[in-house]
């Protein structure tokens, strides 16, 4: 497949938009590790190479091991994340698919709860929702998986 357009350069206001919105993202002061996770998470979710790319690589040069990253679409049945991962994790995949589950179950919400406070799970849910955001654009324009270099790498 080749890519459709550069959607960075054919509307760089909305490019700028969205990369305000993941630079706040990272100011809410939630784990990056965490982060990292929710963000492959989603992509795998979505089918987003790209993000899939970059956020896998971003991981590991954040310190991410190979085996959790691998674990990552079976985290309910590995036992090498914590239960706030756990918890961010399912968060995640509800808020992902909400378009076809049309609802977040008390039980997740619950659980999730537990782990996050009120403002760190509205600020998680941002995240989720950036991710989501990312994912749609690259997918919709076909955007061209190449080889990321993460800026985190030594």
Not at 21 to 32: K, N, P, Q, R, S
């Amino acid at each position: 497949m080749s890519q459709r357009l550069a959607y960075q350069t054919a509307s760089p206001e909305a490019f700028k938009a969205m990369l305000q919105l993941e630079h706040a993202v990272h100011t809410f002061g939630l784990d990056e590790a965490l982060l990292e996770l929710v963000k492959s998470r989603a992509s795998q979710i979505n089918g987003c190479a790209w993000c899939l790319e970059m956020h896998t690589k971003d991981a590991r040069a954040k310190g991410e091991t190979e085996q959790r990253l691998y674990l990552l679409p079976a985290w309910r049945d590995a036992h090498c994340y914590t239960d706030k991962e756990r918890a961010a994790l399912a968060w995640t995949e509800e808020v992902t698919r909400v378009a076809t589950a049309q609802d977040v179950s008390d039980a997740t919400y619950q659980e999730a709860r537990r782990h996050f406070s009120e403002k760190e799970l509205v600020d998680l849910t941002l995240a989720i929702i950036a991710i989501n955001g990312w994912n749609r654009f690259n997918i919709a324009f076909r955007t061209t998986v190449k080889d990321y270099v993460s800026p985190h790498s030594n």
